[in-house]
Structures are given as structure tokens and as C-alpha cells.
């Protein structure tokens, strides 16, 4: 399929699924509906041209399907007709006029991202169910992105529609005093795919660079439609100032190139400069937040010309503040880096109990630290040791080849 179509396919998909959600109630059926519009689309549209009015052929289609999955419920059916014939714009579901309704002039987008979100879930579901209804991927472009059987992600979406039908989740905004929590909600979930695309759990390949891209594009619309929120500007500055480093983070062989060997020039200087200008907005017009506070850092790292350069006070500062504001595992061995960076690797190896025992970056950071000590046996061992734990191929690969270099 055409990249154009698809980015087409994927920015309307969530604009298709709020009318119907909003004309005929059931996220589930409307959902279902929607993903059987857009695949249509992909078949038809590449041979026909793209209609005219994409939007409303996309809704036109789904509605007929819903129309036809309503039908199919049998034991719904009377209701379902009795609620479509009261419904004065029943225009909108023939199925077999030649014109299209008008779009509607509401954009449901946020509402049903934060109906994905919806805490009821869990973070998988969350993740799988705001692609597909939100992002628009069909359920075989997530399992490949995940690397799990398209099963597992059928599966793991089903259940999810059937937790908003069961739990009686509506579609529409939270209310004012559940926004905030909900927010946190929808940002942690488009955070987890942004990192799942930025560096990949598993697999042979660094980048899921369509889970990274996929996860700026939301989090560009939720920015459109809450340009005031402090952490939602704070959370997509921080992407893009993150994801500007992606073209030198690999070699031409697909090899891991850690970020003080990075060739800078070869950084996203288009990302870096709205993400640093996002964020230096942000953080004059909003109460500090976690990702405010990363977004920072990751401009810090952007100001430096090459490794020598960057101001690893500052950074210092600046997790030690993300660390009382928002304290977690990975902010306390970010923020030991710094210190070792600051005070000398010997400082920061004396605090490394501090850190995540079991995580594999924690034993990658012992042996970066050993190896600054010029303690290279201890660290040989320590990059075998990272290279054991880790599910990522690239960074296996790359804790070897520093082992053997220190052999």
C-alpha cells in the first residue's frame, strides 16, 4: 500500500470510529466495523484513487458493516432497528445511497484515546486497543511490531473491548475531576510505545521505528487538542529531542552506537530545535512535571556538540529534581550515571546498590563504570554478563563486542 494511503488511512481512523461510537453506541461492533472500512480502503483505494472525500467514504463503509454485524445479532436485532428507526439522521446508515453524509464537525479523537486508556485495563491492552482504534494499525501490523503471534494481539484487543462493554466505560470525556489521572494515564501509554519503538524489548532490530513515529503522530494530535497541558507538551518535546538521535544510534549494519560515539551531525536538527523550543516554552508557562523534566535533559544532551561537551552538572541537577518528583528504578540509575559523569565512576559504582539489581542496564552501567575506573577485568565480566540478560540482539551484540575488546 502507498505510504500516502496509509498515513491517509491512519490519521482518519480515529475520526471514523467516534461518529459511529457516538450514532449507534457498542465501541466493540463500531471498532470492528472501522477496521473492515479501513481494509477495504487498502484494496480499493490504491486501484480506484482515493475518493474525494476519503472521511466519508471511510464512515459510509463502516456504517454498512456495522448495519450488517447488527443484523447478524439476532437476538438484538429488534432493538437495535427499533433504536435506528427513531433516529433522525438515519440517512447516515444507508448503506446503498450513492452520497455521503456530512463529517462531522467534532473531532472524537481524544475522547477515544482516553477510552482506550481506560485504567480498567492493562497497560498490553491499553497499548494494542490505542493502536488499532486510535493509530489505525490493523491487528497484523501490531503483532509484527511486538513480535507476538497476530493471534496474541486479536486476543489480547478482544478482551479489551470486552472490559469497556463489561466495566459499562462510555464514550465521552472524563470528568473534570478524573481528567488528571486519566491524562497520566494516556501519556504513560503513549510513552510505552514510543520506547517499545525507540528501543525494542526483543528482537534483531534496535528501532520499531513505526511504534516510535506512530507514537509522535498521537501524541502531535493530543498536543493539538491540549496545547496548555504542561506534561502532554512536555511528553512530545521529549520524543521528538529523543528520536532526533535515532539516524546515528546504528550502524549501516544495524549495530548499536552508544550515545557518546554518536555522530552528531547525523541528528534530527528539524526535531531537536521544536523539541527544544516545546519545551523551553513549557517549562515557563507550566507547573514542572516528570516528562517536562526528561525533555529537559534531552536538550541538554542536544546542546553539546560531542560527548566532552555536555553539561553533566546540569543533568545532575535535573534528575536529581526527576527523582524526588517522580521517583522509579531506571530515574535512580539515570540519575548514578550522572553522578559517576560529575564526581567520577568510583562515586558512582559505591551507589550502584541503589539501582535495579535484575535489570540488565544496571549491570551495562557497572560495567561502563568498571571500565572508567580502568578496573577492565571486573568489566569484561560485567558486559557478559549485561550481554546474557538482555532480550535485544543489538545490545547483546554490543556488550559483547566491549567484552572481547577488553579481553
Excluded at 141 to 166: C, D, M, N, W
Excluded at 215 to 224: C, F, P, S
Aim: proline share 7%; hydrophobic share 40%.
Amino acid at each position: 500500500m502507498p505510504g500516502q494511503i496509509e498515513s491517509l488511512l491512519r490519521e482518519l481512523a480515529p475520526r471514523v470510529v467516534g461518529p459511529l461510537v457516538r450514532r449507534y453506541g457498542g465501541f466493540d461492533l463500531c471498532e470492528d466495523a472501522v477496521q473492515e472500512a479501513l481494509l477495504a480502503a487498502t484494496t480499493q483505494w490504491p486501484a480506484d484513487g482515493v475518493p474525494d472525500q476519503p472521511l466519508n467514504w471511510l464512515i459510509t463503509v463502516a456504517s454498512r458493516r456495522r448495519i450488517e454485524l447488527l443484523r447478524s445479532e439476532t437476538a438484538r436485532r429488534k432493538r437495535e432497528e427499533t433504536v435506528a428507526a427513531a433516529d433522525p439522521h438515519r440517512s447516515f446508515e444507508t448503506p446503498d445511497g450513492p452520497s455521503y453524509e456530512p463529517v462531522p464537525e467534532s473531532d472524537d479523537s481524544l475522547t477515544l484515546l482516553f477510552l482506550c486508556c481506560h485504567p480498567a485495563l492493562t497497560p498490553p491492552s491499553q497499548i494494542a486497543l490505542t493502536l488499532r482504534a486510535v493509530g489505525g494499525l490493523t491487528t497484523g501490523e501490531i503483532a509484527r511490531a511486538f513480535l507476538v503471534p497476530e493471534a496474541t494481539i486479536g486476543q489480547r484487543i478482544s478482551r479489551a473491548k470486552a472490559s469497556i462493554k463489561s466495566g459499562g466505560a462510555t464514550f465521552r470525556m472524563p470528568p473534570a475531576e478524573e481528567l488528571g489521572p486519566r491524562l497520566a494515564t494516556v501519556l504513560h501509554v503513549l510513552y510505552l510505545i514510543f520506547n517499545e519503538g525507540y528501543t525494542a524489548s526483543s528482537g534483531e532490530a534496535l528501532h520499531r521505528v513505526e511504534l516510535s513515529t506512530e507514537a509522535i503522530r498521537l501524541t502531535r494530535q493530543l498536543h493539538a487538542q491540549l496545547p496548555a497541558e504542561g506534561e502532554v507538551s512536555g511528553l512530545l518535546a521529549l520524543m521528538l529531542l529523543t528520536d532526533a538521535r535515532r539516524p546515528a544510534r546504528t550502524s549501516e549494519t544495524g549495530a548499536l552506537i552508544p550515545l557518546p560515539d554518536q555522530d552528531r551531525t547525523r541528528w534530527h536538527r528539524d526535531f531537536i530545535a521544536e523539541g527544544t523550543d516545546l519545551i523551553s516554552t513549557t517549562l515557563s508557562a507550566a507547573p514542572i512535571g516528570p516528562y517536562q523534566l526528561q525533555a529537559a535533559i534531552a536538550a541538554v544532551h542536544a546542546e553539546a556538540l560531542d560527548a566532552a561537551d555536555t553539561d553533566w552538572r546540569q543533568i545532575l541537577v535535573l534528575y536529581e529534581l526527576l527523582e524526588t518528583l517522580s521517583p522509579g528504578p531506571i530515574v535512580t540509575l539515570n540519575r548514578i550515571v550522572a553522578v559517576a559523569m560529575v564526581h567520577g565512576p568510583r562515586t558512582g559504582l559505591d551507589l550502584l546498590g541503589e539501582a535495579p539489581e535484575d535489570h540488565h542496564r544496571t549491570t551495562a552501567v557497572r560495567a561502563h563504570l568498571l571500565e572508567l575506573a580502568g578496573d577492565l577485568e571486573a568489566a569484561r565480566t560485567a558486559y557478559q554478563e549485561a550481554a546474557r540478560l538482555t532480550q535485544s540482539f543489538p545490545e547483546r551484540h554490543y556488550l559483547a563486542a566491549r567484552a572481547e575488546a577488553l579481553s
